[in-house]
């Protein structure tokens, strides 16, 4: 199973569309995965048109997207339990940590979470994959745009796409 993560759109004040290189790489994944702040409910159908999505609000979100989607949830996908959530509340001082603390009450195998808009992965001690693709329309302080693929299969395969230009 092929699964494309987005996470702060943060659209329409980033861009009016998504942008080229995200649609052209989530082409064909059977899943995306969304770690919130859209910003806008149109970005879901946008989302839609490439593949099912599943995702959660975050701090930058509205009601409509509150109350369709929630703060956290657990996504079973490929025989693995996908920890979702923005990364913005709860306990923890980074946002790696509450993202992590968001589902230490739950088995999962991997946390999938946004927030920072800073692409990280990394495999705790306890065999969690915390993955975070970054942002496609705000980069921040990073050098490039990003977005990830989590590849599950025997292994879970996990990998950053990045890019200069957003349009």
């Known amino acids: ?35 919130g702040d859209f910003t806008d409910p149109a970005v879901v159908p946008l989302l839609e048109s490439i593949a099912p999505l599943e995702a959660v609000a975050g701090n930058n979100d509205g009601l409509e997207i509150v109350r369709r989607y929630g703060y956290r949830r657990v996504v079973v996908a490929g025989g693995r339990r996908i920890g979702l959530v923005h990364g913005h509340e709860g306990p923890g001082r980074s946002t790696e940590s509450k993202a992590l603390l968001a589902f230490r009450d739950e088995k999962v195998d991997i946390v999938v979470y946004g927030h920072s808009h800073i692409p990280y992965y990394e495999t705790t001690p306890d065999g969690v994959l915390l993955f975070n693709p970054g942002s496609p329309t705000d980069k921040r302080w990073q050098p490039r745009y990003s977005y990830g693929i989590i590849e599950l299969g025997e292994r879970i395969v996990a990998a950053h796409r990045y890019y200069d230009d957003k349009a």
């Open 1 to 35: 199973m092929r699964i494309g993560v987005v996470s702060d759109t943060h659209m329409f004040s980033r861009g009016a569309k998504l942008p080229d290189a995200v649609t052209a790489g989530l082409r064909g994944v059977d899943l995306i995965l969304h770690a």
